[in-house]
């Protein structure tokens, strides 16, 4: 488990002071940021707001996504690269040789400074197309430290499936519900649930669907009080927003 702020730099002092680390390699550890020349990774971003700075590799050649995860895995021993292809997870092994790649989230993830999971967050997902969403919100909560439950192929065309399973998701802190089609899934969930609601629409969906805009427009015009929306395709918002709440409903995942 990661060390405290403060511990962390107290350990880095004694390491100084008892010549195991020179004056220039403290400097490196201590400073915010660093530049690569074509990206400056902010490593203050951990001690800020709970995680290191996220490796979105969409648009990114495999050696600089590549590149920026080995400088930021260097500093605190983990990081999480989203929207990546096989071409990122080729690249990220060789930097990186113990990677994970989920390959239905596109997500690349090394931990080595791995917590025990805590609280719970459910992600619930309408269709067998919504997964790749719904596993990038997925692996999203579950690198923030939350315990992370998949309740999949729920969606309301077959009703009794949700309700076979609203049970188990109303344990969780909250829940992530990713749909395509009309998007209704959510209002449902809010309708249902004590807990927030995360929407995330998906560019699943025929003819009119507008590559996401229906689910869209009818998340946010929702009459279920608790559910807010993040954009279309935007697992890896949601399960960030839903590892928020529950580290403020878990005390044992607050951090200094």
Not at 81 to 102: F, G, N, Q, S
Not at 115 to 133: K, M, N, S
Not at 174 to 184: E, H, L, P, R, Y
Request: hydrophobic share 50%.
């Amino acid at each position: 488990m990661s060390l405290p702020a403060h511990e962390r730099l107290r350990a880095l002092l004694a390491d100084v002071q008892r010549g195991a680390l020179d004056v220039d390699a403290a400097l490196r550890a201590l400073t915010p940021a660093a530049e690569l020349g074509f990206a400056t990774v902010d490593h203050d971003r951990q001690r800020r707001c709970g995680l290191p700075e996220v490796v979105f590799c969409q648009s990114k050649t495999p050696a600089d996504a590549s590149a920026i995860a080995r400088e930021i895995v260097a500093r605190c021993g983990r990081v999480l690269m989203t929207r990546a292809e096989p071409e990122h997870v080729l690249a990220a092994k060789t930097e990186l040789p113990d990677a994970v790649w989920h390959e239905r989230a596109r997500c690349i993830v090394v931990d080595r400074e791995p917590v025990e999971p805590q609280g719970l967050v459910a992600v619930v997902a309408a269709g067998t197309a919504d997964l790749p969403i719904a596993e990038e919100a997925a692996v999203t909560a579950a690198f923030a430290g939350a315990r992370v439950e998949r309740h999949f192929d729920v969606g309301i065309a077959g009703l009794h499936r949700l309700l076979a399973r609203i049970d188990s998701i109303r344990r969780a802190s909250c829940a992530v519900a990713v749909a395509g089609m009309d998007g209704a899934l959510p209002s449902v969930l809010g309708g249902l649930l004590a807990t927030p609601v995360f929407a995330v629409p998906t560019s699943v969906g025929y003819g009119a669907h507008f590559g996401g805009l229906a689910p869209l427009l009818t998340m946010l015009n929702s009459c279920a009080a608790g559910v807010s929306v993040v954009n279309v395709d935007n697992g890896f918002g949601a399960g960030y927003l839903a590892a928020l709440v529950n580290r403020q409903s878990d005390p044992r995942m607050h951090r200094p």
